[in-house]
């Protein structure tokens, strides 16, 4: 029975390989990116960096309102309809920052984009309609009554002469997206605004603005009066459209508005009222169980200021028939949820139910809470990189890790022999562990190979190669000791480890505390050394120590040849302890006693005598 305590090789080398296999098979799945996911600085694109600041200097920015921040952000790119954006949080906290990259966007684009404080108010309803555009002439699948409107509308709009909007834009002009300024002019405005039930026929003053079809590509109607021309636009407005239901547009709180509802239930168009209340009179909001029934509610609270407001409108709206006693929910242009009044809200506090999940009222909630930021969004960082420069920069990157490991390998042969070729077998099953990591984590959880990914990786070369080192030369200095190689492998094994281990512990540590303090492209670096550390970990422990000992194990690296990296020419020693020296064979007479004819002897060869006859005559007489 063999001991317990025997170093298998075979095993831990059968272990790595099936794990080595898991990782290929995983990484390589059809159905997916079989490739890295790059950074925008090897694919080119635009990454804004976004320091949110709180309002109060003494306020903390907690984890729900980064990740709400995060949430309206990402509505917002997917709104003009960029594929593969990435919006992430890296820190925590006041030091946290808000990553945004975008692939072959434009630099102006985004940051205006990106950049805006979320809008949150509360509108009363006018009417609520089909999410379908109607056309002019009818043609279109739509609620009863919107063609009687439209005909009405028309009407209205030729009575006028067609100048009611005279020196102004054309029906499909666009409305600039407002500037810092217009919008506080928008915020004073809203100051105190009055809830109004205002007649759809409207009036059709000069006053109307035109539908805003805007940079960001969520359109969007306003006008500071419902009039003939403002209904027809909303009516025009096409509400199936993906860029329309994901908002990212600001709209003027004091206007009239035509918008659309947002995902998942994105099933009618609204005209609104101008705002009432503005999200930032909301002091809390949280997702309950009903406990009058089955489902979920959302209850909120606001502060004074909030709850006189509500307190007028509802008492406004309460007695008011369908669709007159719903109040919108608006974030960023879209209508979040429409729910009436059940009562007149007199005490600041408000509960909204509609048989939610608990996932929509925690959505809901969250966006009361945080719809309207009480924080600001600083840019901290823009980096924009054309696809060109991104290739060039990939293949550059590429050639110089290929370049590292060929010449590292290199020396590592000529310095080692056939240790280094197990050292440079050794960079090649680190290099496809890591590859397979990088493919695996852009995958799963969104991780992107930059430059600085690659630098990183680069610098995890030389930590592998000096892990060889330090284990060969440890195995080195054992057999200077007088022991034989294969206890020199052990052995030198176990003092090595310890090294190795401590080493490997210094670098995760200062890439974990780098990829802690920084942001952007320098996190890229630190992960990637950190990651390919731990790959470092396993080659050492699963790969190299056991190919070593089955080496040392053989006839051939025992001989001390010179190709073996451990002659004792090359090691300075008269020759390696245990080495098999070349056998001597004695024979022996068939029934002599002696030993066998195949027995290795390492005694001397003697000198055989020739037998002595005795003389029967002889008498020992001496003449």
């Known amino acids: 029975?063999?001991?317990?305590?025997?170093?298998?090789?075979?095993?831990?080398?059968?272990?790595?390989?099936?794990?080595?296999?898991?990782?290929?098979?995983?990484?390589?799945?059809?159905?997916?990116?079989?490739?890295?996911?790059?950074?925008?600085?090897?694919?080119?694109?635009?990454?804004?960096?976004?320091?949110?600041?709180?309002?109060?200097?003494?306020?903390?920015?907690?984890?729900?309102?980064?990740?709400?921040?995060?949430?309206?952000?990402?509505?917002?790119?997917?709104?003009?309809?960029?594929?593969?954006?990435?919006?992430?949080?890296?820190?925590?906290?006041?030091?946290?920052?808000?990553?945004?990259?975008?692939?072959?966007?434009?630099?102006?684009?985004?940051?205006?984009?990106?950049?805006?404080?979320?809008?949150?108010?509360?509108?009363?309803?006018?009417?609520?309609?089909?999410?379908?555009?109607?056309?002019?002439?009818?043609?279109?699948?739509?609620?009863?009554?919107?063609?009687?409107?439209?005909?009405?509308?028309?009407?209205?709009?030729?009575?006028?002469?067609?100048?009611?909007?005279?020196?102004?834009?054309?029906?499909?002009?666009?409305?600039?997206?407002?500037?810092?300024?217009?919008?506080?002019?928008?915020?004073?405005?809203?100051?105190?605004?009055?809830?109004?039930?205002?007649?759809?026929g409207g009036s059709g003053s000069s006053d109307t603005t035109d539908a805003a079809d805007t940079q960001q590509g969520a359109e969007i109607v306003q006008s500071p009066n419902n009039n003939a021309k403002f209904q027809k636009q909303v009516l025009a407005l096409d509400c199936t459209k993906t860029e329309n239901i994901n908002g990212g547009t600001p709209d003027d709180p004091a206007q009239w508005l035509g918008t659309c509802q947002r995902p998942p239930e994105a099933n009618a168009k609204y005209i609104l009222e101008p705002a009432f209340i503005k999200g930032d009179t909301i002091e809390s909001a949280s997702a309950q169980l009903n406990p009058q029934g089955a489902g979920w509610i959302v209850t909120l609270d606001f502060d004074s200021e909030g709850s006189s407001q509500l307190a007028e409108a509802s008492q406004k709206l309460y007695s008011l028939p369908e669709p007159k006693n719903r109040f919108a929910i608006v974030l960023d242009g879209v209508v979040v949820s429409a729910p009436s009044f059940n009562e007149p809200i007199l005490g600041g506090s408000a509960q909204i139910t509609g048989n939610f999940t608990q996932q929509e009222a925690s959505d809901l909630a969250n966006v009361l809470k945080f719809g309207a930021l009480p924080m600001t969004l600083e840019v901290q960082a823009v980096e924009s990189v054309s696809p060109t420069i991104g290739a060039d920069s990939l293949r550059y990157g590429i050639i110089a890790g290929i370049l590292g490991l060929v010449l590292v390998a290199i020396y590592l042969l000529f310095y080692y022999r056939a240790l280094g070729i197990v050292a440079g077998v050794s960079l090649l099953v680190a290099g496809w562990i890591t590859y397979c990591m990088f493919v695996i984590l852009g995958n799963t959880i969104g991780f992107t190979l930059t430059l600085a990914g690659i630098a990183g990786a680069i610098v995890a070369v030389g930590i592998t190669a000096d892990s060889f080192v330090v284990y060969f030369e440890r195995l080195r200095d054992e057999i200077r000791e007088g022991k034989s190689l294969r206890r020199a492998a052990d052995d030198g094994w176990v003092r090595a480890r310890r090294t190795l281990l401590a080493a490997d512990f210094v670098s995760f540590l200062a890439a974990a505390v780098l990829y802690w303090l920084s942001v952007g492209n320098v996190r890229g670096f630190a992960f990637a050394l950190g990651l390919t550390t731990i790959v470092d970990v396993i080659v050492a422990f699963w790969f190299t120590r056991p190919l070593v000992a089955i080496m040392c194990r053989s006839a051939w690296m025992q001989r001390g040849s010179g190709f073996t990296g451990v002659s004792p020419k090359r090691l300075g020693v008269e020759s390696l302890a245990g080495k098999q020296r070349p056998r001597t064979r004695t024979r022996s007479r068939v029934g002599a006693g002696g030993p066998d004819e195949d027995e290795p002897s390492d005694e001397e060869p003697t000198k055989r005598k020739r037998p002595t006859l005795n003389d029967p005559y002889d008498d020992g007489a001496q003449v």
């Open 1 to 200: 029975m063999a001991a317990p305590n025997v170093y298998r090789p075979g095993r831990v080398l059968l272990l790595l390989a099936i794990f080595v296999l898991i990782l290929t098979v995983w990484a390589l799945f059809p159905g997916q990116a079989h490739t890295p996911k790059l950074g925008l600085d090897l694919q080119g694109g635009t990454q804004v960096i976004l320091a949110p600041k709180a309002i109060n200097e003494n306020d903390e920015i907690t984890e729900d309102q980064l990740n709400q921040a995060v949430e309206i952000i990402r509505q917002r790119v997917n709104g003009i309809g960029v594929a593969e954006a990435d919006v992430s949080v890296q820190g925590a906290g006041n030091d946290a920052v808000i990553v945004v990259s975008v692939p072959g966007a434009t630099q102006d684009r985004i940051v205006e984009l990106v950049g805006r404080t979320a809008l949150l108010d509360f509108r009363p309803v006018d009417q609520i309609l089909n999410p379908a555009p109607a056309s002019a002439d009818g043609q279109q699948a739509q609620d009863p009554g919107v063609q009687d409107q439209i005909d009405k509308l028309n009407k209205q709009l030729n009575s006028d002469g067609g100048n009611s909007d005279s020196g102004k834009a054309g029906d499909n002009a666009e409305l600039p997206a407002q500037s810092d300024n217009q919008q506080k002019d928008n915020g004073k405005k809203t100051a105190d605004p009055q809830p109004s039930a205002t007649d759809s």
